[in-house]
Structure formats: structure tokens, C-alpha cells
């Protein structure tokens, strides 16, 4: 598990637009926000993407670069950008097991013939500049996760209030 105030380890993905993506290439100026979620087979993670897409501007305006990440294979991750709406959202694919591991996330096997082999279950990372973890929510399942909007309220305290990262002892 990674502790906050920590170095988190360097991410490098491919997105779907056929770009590559890294997460130590990242200037942002309050964080980088990485969003794992389950894959194309989970409609949770669908909603919860599109909703995160239309406050695009909102982390933007933040100072906050964000990024959408899964197991998915890059056809998956493909079809999940063609047929979701998130147009204008990155998506990185292709996060193999052990590196969803390394960041403390959850694995599970496929139930059923709509899900692959293994995926990671969700999880919320905000990163600083200097790419120390600030805060987490990880999940064993799709549901309960972070609203965008109390994120974002919290990255409005956070930067004002100059308020530290909390449970790394």
C-alpha cells in the first residue's frame, strides 16, 4: 500500500487516442488525478466516467490533470471510448495485475463471459506535483465511490486551507 506524503511509482500507459501517457510527464498545478476502474463489462464504471466527463472543466479550471485507467485490452478500452460519453476524457489501458497491485488496488477474476480473465476494481489517486500521494479511496466492487463534486470541494479546501495529507503513519 502506498501512504500518503509518499513517491508514488512512475505510470506510463497507452491511451486510446494512440498516445502515450506518463504520470511523472504530468505539470499539473494541484494534481494528478488517476481514476482506475473496472473495464468495458462494468455499467458502474460507465456512469461514473461520463458523469466525471462533464466536470472535465471544473478539475481543469482546478489545476488538476486527470486520467482514466484500466486492465482493459486496448480493443476493449477502444469500444468503451466509442460507445461510453467520454469523448474528451484520457483513457489509459492496458495496467497489467501487478502494477494495479503495486498501487494497493483490488483484483478479481471473471464471473461471467463479459468480464477478462483478471481486472482491478476501482480506485481514486490524488497525486502532487512532485508525485507524492495525497489522498486514496480504493474499492472492493464497483459501488460506493467518490462524488466529483465533493472532490472537487475538497481540492477547493485543500489548496486554500493549504491542508496536509493525512494517514501516512
Not at 502506498?2 to 498545478?29: A, F, G, H, M, R
Request: charged share 30%; hydrophobic share 35%; aromatic share 10%.
Amino acid at each position: 500500500m502506498i501512504k500518503p506524503t509518499s513517491k508514488v511509482p512512475e505510470l506510463k500507459l497507452p491511451l486510446i487516442n494512440d498516445t502515450q501517457w506518463s504520470l511523472y510527464d504530468q505539470d499539473s498545478k494541484t494534481f494528478t488525478m488517476l481514476v482506475f476502474y473496472r473495464g468495458l463489462h462494468c455499467p458502474v464504471c460507465k456512469n461514473y466516467l461520463e458523469a466525471l466527463t462533464k466536470k472535465l472543466k471544473d478539475f481543469s479550471d482546478k489545476g488538476v490533470h486527470l486520467i482514466a485507467i484500466s486492465s482493459d485490452s486496448e480493443e476493449r478500452a477502444k469500444k468503451a471510448g466509442e460507445e461510453w460519453n467520454i469523448p474528451e476524457l484520457p483513457v489509459g489501458y492496458d495496467l497489467p495485475i501487478e502494477t494495479a497491485r503495486e498501487w494497493g488496488l483490488y483484483v478479481s477474476k471473471k464471473t461471467s463471459d463479459k468480464e477478462p480473465d483478471e481486472f482491478s476494481e476501482p480506485g481514486l489517486f490524488l497525486i502532487r506535483p512532485d508525485n507524492t500521494l495525497y489522498a486514496s479511496a480504493i474499492q472492493t466492487m464497483p459501488f460506493a465511490r467518490p462524488n466529483w463534486d465533493d472532490i472537487l470541494n475538497a481540492i477547493d479546501y485543500v489548496t486554500k486551507n493549504d491542508y496536509p495529507a493525512r494517514g501516512g503513519e
